[in-house]
């Protein structure tokens, strides 16, 4: 007979399940956590505990997620998808290690291979007679959502695949490269909205997004690492498995490392530490697996994870330093973002002296201050951001931050529109937003102006040079060569590459002129529908709406701007002075 379980430890224990199915929801269902990774698996890690060291409790079941959502349907997996064990806790890795030599009798010359963990979303892509029927999400494991549309958009994914099993499940994570997230998220803040915590977020949002032109914008990728249903082919190893992929030109993770011994893994999980920061895609942790697969059967698996796999996690590396000032960074659409000035400070191998602090709702709500010593985190590859303060070392003389009521650039009354975030300057000739207008006009992305960087841009608006667009095409050598570090032979260099700009495509230009809500993409969808920037000016909304890829919204920014008698006219002086942009493949 057991003692009967403490009653205190009881409703703990259930409370802290409540919590973790709460986190579950938010995590898979919203695609929004509201704690770190990092705290969940604590979390979690107590939860199991108290229910390995109370009989009482060993009959709870794990809280498992469930991604599905209204508007998807739902379909079967063909073979459970299961998740994997997983700790920070280096002697739990060798207990693992242990345990399989234990359960293997110890007669065999076990392999493992070890790889990264990546943080994005699991899908599951079904092929039949090598035709791909259908991506599903995990959902809650034996079925999931149907997001092949969304899948479909990843560039290279082969649709067929010749030689193939029956039926083959092939799993994998959906994930969205760490630049691509900066880039997204630097337009969410310059359109005043919310940025995206993480690639991980932003990739299970995308991939449960009804609007496919969204997705696509958002350039998905994938990268498979395990195998569920086989019917049909027998695959050995996983190493095996993996030439399969290659055979098959689908994306997996290339550099696994092979290990015999204790001592090898934490040798693969060294190397994996160090390489996961040179990588363009968010990784966690390294996971561990049994080469061989008629072994990964001998020792199967539990009802949640597989017992012949096992992931050592990273634990976020944090740091804390003072938080010098905040100051104010107003962007090319008048958006105002807070960046917190730092004593400088070393983490995960990068000096940091900035981190952004998105907008005035998230210094109130982690009510950060001018002088606060402030918790710095960086978790996997994403930019590091602060956390939290650490209100024990908190002045006593410290006072909230107010956030402005003006510009900081020019004074004018900031505004903040009815469901945005972000507080704004109405004024466009404010000379901060006169000059990112510049930049980006310039920008690789856009115009491709070399030589019209930061600093020179910023010195031809200060010096009054430049005020708009148009301006940029009537400077002269003498005008350039005023600036500081502007020799002859680099302002002739910035005249000839201004000349030569002059003829470059419609999509670029279009993308430079910087248009309320169009992105390099919309501008290009834009291009491939009008021979030039004439025809675009005189659309009517009807015309705008049916482009493929241009939305209601996006049609109504730009029959708007378009309507702009200072857009009309700077549209005319651009053609006056020579601008001929038409449309082009690139
Ligand atoms: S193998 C039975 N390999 O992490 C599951 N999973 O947190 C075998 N994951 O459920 C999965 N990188 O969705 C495997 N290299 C990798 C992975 C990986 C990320 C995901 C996977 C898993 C989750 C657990």
Avoid at 7 to 20: A, M, T
Avoid at 61 to 77: L, N, Q, V, W
Avoid at 345 to 372: P, Q, Y
Avoid at 471 to 489: A, P, R, V
């Amino acid at each position: 007979m057991h003692e009967a379980l403490n009653p205190k430890i009881r409703r703990y224990f259930f409370s802290l399940k409540k919590k973790l199915e709460e986190h579950d929801r938010h995590y898979y269902r919203d695609a929004a956590p509201i704690i770190s990774d990092f705290e969940y698996d604590c979390l979690k890690h107590e939860w199991k505990e108290l229910r390995r060291q109370y009989p009482a409790l060993q009959l709870e079941s794990e809280t498992i997620g469930d991604d599905r959502r209204e508007g998807f349907a739902t379909f079967p997996h063909l073979s459970p998808m299961l998740s994997l064990s997983n700790t920070y806790d280096r002697s739990e890795v060798d207990a693992f290690d242990q345990r399989i030599r234990r359960v293997l009798g110890g007669k065999e010359a076990l392999r493992y291979v070890v790889e990264h963990k990546i943080d994005g979303v699991a899908v599951n892509l079904i092929y039949e007679e090598g035709h791909l029927i259908r991506a599903l999400t995990r959902g809650n494991g034996r079925e999931g959502d149907d997001v092949t549309k969304n899948v479909l958009t990843i560039q290279g994914l082969p649709v067929y695949l010749p030689d193939a099993p029956q039926r083959l499940e092939l799993r994998g994570e959906v994930y969205i490269p760490l630049e691509v997230f900066e880039e997204i998220n630097r337009q969410q803040e310059e359109r005043g909205e919310e940025p995206f915590a993480n690639p991980r977020n932003l990739a299970a949002g995308t991939l449960k997004t009804l609007d496919t032109s969204i997705v696509q914008q958002r350039k998905l990728q994938l990268w498979i690492h395990s195998l569920g249903l086989c019917e049909g082919l027998s695959i050995a190893t996983m190493v095996d498995f993996y030439c399969f992929l290659k055979k098959w030109q689908l994306p997996y993770v290339e550099f696994f490392e092979n290990a015999h011994s204790l001592e090898e893994i934490w040798k693969c999980i060294g190397i994996i530490d160090q390489r996961r920061h040179t990588l363009h895609f968010a990784t966690d942790g390294a996971v561990l697996k049994i080469n061989d697969r008629s072994l990964q059967r001998i020792l199967g698996e539990t009802q949640h994870s597989p017992r012949w796999a096992f992931a050592y996690k990273f634990a976020p590396e944090r740091v804390e330093t003072r938080l010098e000032k905040i100051s104010l960074q107003v962007g090319r659409s008048g958006a105002i973002t807070p960046i917190a000035e730092l004593k400088s400070v070393w983490i995960a191998g990068t000096e940091v002296k900035r981190a952004t602090l998105h907008n005035a709702s998230e210094i109130e709500r982690k009510d950060i201050r001018e002088g606060d010593i402030v918790v710095l985190e960086k978790a996997g590859e994403v930019i590091p951001a602060i956390t939290e303060v650490v209100l024990s070392r908190r002045s006593p003389t410290s006072i909230p931050f107010v956030f402005p009521r003006k510009c900081p650039q020019c004074n004018a009354l900031l505004s903040r529109a009815m469901g945005e975030i972000a507080w704004k300057c109405p004024n466009d000739d404010c000379s901060a937003k006169v000059e990112c207008r510049i930049l980006h006009f310039a920008s690789r992305s856009a115009m491709h102006i070399e030589g019209l960087g930061d600093n020179l841009v910023h010195q031809l608006c200060q010096k009054g040079y430049v005020k708009n667009i148009a301006d940029l095409y009537e400077l002269s050598h003498e005008q350039l060569m005023n600036c500081n570090g502007i020799g002859t032979k680099t302002a002739e260099k910035v005249m000839q590459n201004l000349e030569q700009s002059k003829s470059c495509s419609l999509w670029r230009f279009l993308h430079g002129l910087g248009i309320p809500g169009i992105g390099e993409k919309t501008s290009k969808d834009l291009a491939s529908s009008f021979p030039d920037v004439r025809t675009l000016m005189a659309a009517s909304l009807e015309a705008l709406r049916i482009i493929p890829g241009v939305g209601e919204k996006t049609a109504l920014e730009v029959h708007a701007y378009f309507q702009s008698a200072s857009v009309v006219c700077m549209i005319d002086r651009l053609e006056a002075l020579g601008i001929r942009c038409i449309r082009a493949s690139t």
